[in-house]
């Protein structure tokens, strides 16, 4: 299903967080929302999974307004990974896990055959399921992430956003996270900061910068070394991935623009 995001506006304290953001992430495919720290680009997510009510336009997906949707239906269509979705309560992974069917469950009734199936899979999928017991206040902060993405999964939401989802993520962890992002089944949109892994994962990237969507396209249309140094006053060399020809970047510490 398509997400459209059309003249999102957010202000908070007479500030413009987000400013006239206007995307379309087609159906199945994987956008990156990349851009310098507070840039907006959690605060645009937000809108998306409706943790924050804009103050301008609209968020749909397919043809529904998500604001105007009951909170149980759009939690069906829309499921979420971020930072501040920690769980805080010593819930055991496999319970945290389940959780994530609780928009499609009516009241306290139990999960059925195929649920408790579907919530092994995605235990199994992301290398958490020896862990299914373990609360997860003992968890260290790697195996939380994949947690809490495992518990977006089995949501089987039409629409998947995700807030940083490889911090506290080792380089195994990371690939192994963002390879399971393309064809999940969801359409996606995502908050990446690491600019390589955001061309590797991506079909397209869209750079904010000050709350404005200043560049949108495949990344090789995008991670140009001058939009680098413009949008995140960074000198770096773009070179092409030998064996993918995904845009990577390469930096030296010892140059400034
Ligand atoms: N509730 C709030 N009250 C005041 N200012 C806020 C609030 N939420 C966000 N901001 C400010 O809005 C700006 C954008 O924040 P946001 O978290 O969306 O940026 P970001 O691009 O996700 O940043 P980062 O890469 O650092 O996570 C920042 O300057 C932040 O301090």
């Given amino acids: 299903m398509e997400l459209r995001i ?11 967080l987000v400013h006239d953001l206007s995307l379309d992430v087609r159906g199945g495919e994987v956008v990156g929302l990349v851009g ?81 199936a579907l919530c092994a899979r995605a235990m199994e999928r992301l290398g958490i399921h020896h862990l299914a017991g373990r609360g997860v206040l003992t968890l260290s902060g790697g195996e939380r992430q994949r947690v809490l993405l495992a518990r977006a999964l089995v949501q089987e939401p039409e629409i998947l956003v995700l807030d940083e989802p490889t911090n506290h993520l080792d380089v195994r962890h990371q690939v192994e996270v963002l390879s399971h992002l393309r064809g999940a089944g969801p359409t996606v949109l995502v908050v990446l900061h690491d600019l390589n892994l955001a061309a590797a994962a991506c079909d397209r990237l869209c750079v904010l910068s000050q709350g404005r969507l200043v560049a949108s396209g495949t990344p090789s249309e995008v991670l140009t070394e001058e939009l680098v140094a413009e949008v995140f006053g960074v000198r770096a060399t773009v070179v092409p991935h030998p064996l993918t020809g995904d845009p990577q970047l390469l930096y030296s510490l010892h140059h400034t623009p």
Avoid at 37 to 52: D, F, M, P
């Fill in 36 to 116: 310098p720290n507070g840039s907006g680009k959690s605060t645009a997510l937000r809108c998306v999974y409706r943790a924050l009510r804009q103050d301008r336009g609209t968020v749909r997906v397919g043809a529904d307004d998500i604001g105007r949707l009951p909170m149980r239906r759009s939690a069906q269509l829309v499921a979420a990974m971020t930072q501040d979705g920690a769980v805080d309560l010593d819930f055991t992974v496999e319970e945290v896990v389940a959780l994530g069917r609780a928009p499609h469950q009516r009241g306290n009734q139990a999960l059925g055959e195929r649920e408790r």
């Fill in 6 to 16: 059309e003249g999102l506006g957010v202000d908070i304290d007479g500030r413009s």
